[in-house]
Nanobody
């Protein structure tokens, strides 16, 4: 059974940092294009960051220079380092493994930025 489990969300003050993790089981994440999305209730899902199997990365303009996506293939884990967090970064963050033919989603982790 394939499963992606996100963790690392929580409540943080503006200007703070969080590192989200997405751990895979039943699937080798290193062969997948991994993506982080975020979505607030009533809003469209936004693609935040992508990392390819070769390690190339891409970011939404809204988070460039603020977020960093990375992967640890030995741990079958993808990370999203989020710095200088702002109120508008409050969302549910989800990871997605995109293998082309198949894709899998995690359940999401809540990030709340509040003073």
């Amino acid at each position: 059974q394939v499963q992606l489990v996100e963790s690392g969300g929580g409540l943080v003050h503006p200007g703070g940092s969080l590192r989200l993790s997405c751990v895979g089981s039943g699937v080798s994440l290193k062969f997948n294009r991994m993506r982080w999305y975020r979505q607030a209730p009533g809003n469209e899902r936004e693609l935040v960051a992508t990392i390819t199997p070769s390690g190339s990365t891409d970011y939404a303009d809204t988070v460039k220079g603020q977020f960093t996506i990375s992967r640890d293939n030995a741990k079958n884990t993808v990370y999203l380092q989020m710095n200088s967090l702002k109120h508008e970064d409050t969302d549910v963050y989800s990871c997605k493994a995109d293998g082309g033919v198949s894709c899998y989603w995690g359940q999401g982790t809540q990030v709340t930025v509040s003073s």
